[in-house]
Nanobody, 120 residues
Framework: QVQLVESGGGLVQPGGSLRLSCAAS????????MGWYRQAPGKQRELVAS???????NYADSVKGRFAISRDNAKNTVYLQMNSLKPEDTAVYYC??????????????WGQGTQVTVSS
């Protein structure tokens, strides 16, 4: 009933920028928190950034000042602008959306993941 489609990953040199997008579709009644997580090889998945329906944001210390999360409620889309990328940002990035479906439950959904590789 709900699909999350991510785009924008790729290979970038250190210091470069990428913008990730995650578009939600389906029988959605209301969005709550939208966020981005990442998982590097051999590591646990970690929260990168999140944004509430009211626009309050939260960032991992490692990305503060470099990444910016935003949302376009009209397009049901959440974005992650990543600047000054470092090799340690290399990971698979997943969007996560907490929402309620029409006439149904509230729960969170995951995107399929998009690879971000920072390397020279």
């Amino acid at each position: 009933q709900v699909q999350l489609v991510e785009s924008g990953g790729g290979l970038v040199q250190p210091g470069g920028s990428l913008r990730l997008s995650c578009a939600a579709s389906g029988s959605i009644f209301r969005f709550y928190v939208m966020g981005w997580y990442r998982q590097a090889p051999g590591k646990q998945r970690e929260l990168v950034a999140s944004i509430t329906s009211g626009g309050n944001t939260n960032y991992a210390d490692s990305v503060k000042g470099r990444f910016a999360i935003s949302r376009d409620n009209a397009k049901n889309t959440v974005y992650l602008q990543m600047n000054s990328l470092k090799p340690e940002d290399t990971a698979v990035y997943y969007c996560n959306v907490d929402l309620r479906i029409v006439a149904g439950e509230r729960r969170d959904y995951w995107g399929q993941g998009t690879q971000v590789t920072v390397s020279s």
